[in-house]
């Protein structure tokens, strides 16, 4: 049995021509291998006329994808197969004039502004780097601009020596032939929305799925989004515990902010801007932030939780933020989030593609099963912790009572669970003490 399907790798038991449809996703995506006479299980099945498939087969990936694979045929307990490897392909390549990529184990048809993409990058082309024809120097906002060239003073010093929008502009590779690209419009300009529509983020608090309590949306270039949502956030959405140390005041939000910055930024830097806007929405026990665009090809959700390559959607916008210090580390986000969630005594948070976007989830409560399990606890300390925030506390008798254990091993995982600073003993001796939730 050979390894299951995946990016790289699918089988097919018998030979049909619509079967040069993931042929030619693997030469637009990172290449792959196509095997005949083989079930989906990776099992030898065998085929039927080898030879003439052997020869047929190239001849038709020549002339109807104008791309050449390397065909040929094995064996294995005396039943043929068909191995097909296809390279990838620079240059963006169709069948019967429509274009095909691998999403994980499947073969997608690119429709829309996904095909629009994908042949400006095939092209070396980035959909922020195209001009804006309709626009001109008159649509950017010079407040903006001063603004950066403060933030920019350490990582860009050069900024602060450009006399005219136009010449710092000009530095960052936002024009073209001195024409204002989409990226330009995106982070300097007076309305972004009146080129393109989705450019906002939308923020909105719910009681359930099916109930929307209030709602705002956030408009203004990406550095007065990235400003204004936390902002809103602040005033209206979230909760703020006030903390006075040695005089000195301070407010935490329901959520650490510092992880909602990234997490805010993130999706401004990897948004696919002619698509959907930016969703935000707030519920009683979690957070959201759905944007549209999936991770490249060379992310896995895995990776996402430590330090990794950067792969932005868009580089332009992402290095103007860097340079304005708004992106601490390269690849580096995902990871801040988890440990600024750690620090705060919350879940780390969930990351999902979801819907042709990514999805962050950032949730309240430590205590969910999931997360206790995660954090290696038995059942019998999961029962307990459910039973604490139901009642409000515990005692060793309780603790053997709803485990059906002894009482040396409910002292045993009561000791683990004040260790791991989940409980705390609320005064006496083992026999009599109160257990409740360490705060």
């Known amino acids: 049995m050979l390894k299951k399907e995946n990016q790289n790798t699918e089988y097919k038991q018998s030979w049909r021509d619509e079967f040069l449809k993931p042929v030619c996703a693997f030469a637009n995506t990172e290449g792959g291998t196509l095997y005949i006479g083989i079930n989906d299980k990776g099992q030898v099945v065998g085929v039927e006329n080898a030879s003439k498939l052997l020869t047929d087969i190239p001849n038709k990936i020549t002339d109807m994808l104008r791309v050449v694979a390397g065909v ?11 191995v097909i490897k296809i390279k990838a392909y620079e240059a963006p390549v169709s069948f019967k004039g429509k274009y095909y990529i691998r999403s994980g184990s499947t073969t997608q048809e690119l429709n829309g502004a996904a095909l629009q993409n994908f042949l400006l990058q095939k092209n070396g082309i980035s959909w922020e780097s195209v001009v804006e024809e309709r626009a001109s120097l008159k649509d950017i906002d010079l407040n903006t601009i001063a603004k950066f060239k403060e ?3 350490k990582r860009f010093p050069a900024a602060a020596k450009e006399k005219s929008a136009a010449s710092l502009l000009e530095k960052l590779h936002l024009l073209n032939k001195g024409k204002l690209t989409r990226a330009a419009i995106l982070l300097f300009g007076k309305d972004p929305r009146k080129f393109y529509i989705s450019s ?16 705002d949306d956030i408009y203004g270039n990406l550095f007065q989004q990235a400003e204004e949502v936390i902002e809103v956030l602040k005033k209206k959405y979230l909760q703020a515990e006030i903390k006075i140390e040695k005089l000195h005041r301070e407010e935490e939000l329901e959520y650490p902010e510092p992880a909602l910055r990234e997490a805010i930024v993130n999706a401004i830097v990897h948004k696919d801007y002619s698509a959907v806007h930016t ?8 957070l959201s932030l759905w944007n549209n665009g999936e991770l490249t090809q060379k992310l896995t959700l895995e990776k996402l939780k430590k330090t990794h390559s950067s792969y932005p959607r868009n580089e ?4 103007v933020f860097y340079k304005a210090a708004y992106i601490e580390a390269w690849g580096h986000g995902t990871v801040k989030m988890m440990e600024e969630c750690k620090k705060a005594g919350l879940p780390e948070p969930l990351y999902e593609e979801e819907s042709g976007g990514m999805l962050i989830t950032f ?6 099963e999931e997360n206790l399990l995660k954090m290696g606890l038995n059942d ?9 925030k139901k009642n409000g506390s515990i005692v060793n008798s309780i603790y053997q009572s709803i485990n059906s254990t002894t009482k040396k091993t409910a002292s045993r995982d009561l000791a683990d669970l004040i260790f791991k600073k989940l409980f705390e003993n609320k005064g006496g001796t083992t026999k009599s003490a109160v257990y409740v939730l360490k705060k």
């Open 72 to 82: 040929n045929l094995k064996s294995e307990n005396n039943k043929e197969y068909i």
């Open 151 to 153: 933030l920019a003073a």
């Open 200 to 215: 906002y983020i939308k923020v909105g608090r719910f009681k359930d799925d099916a109930t929307l309590l209030s709602m």
């Open 279 to 286: 969703q935000l929405k707030i519920y009683p026990d979690h």
């Open 316 to 319: 332009l916008i992402a290095d």
């Open 363 to 368: 949730r309240k409560d430590i205590y969910t």
């Open 380 to 388: 019998r300390q999961v029962k307990a912790i459910t039973y604490v």
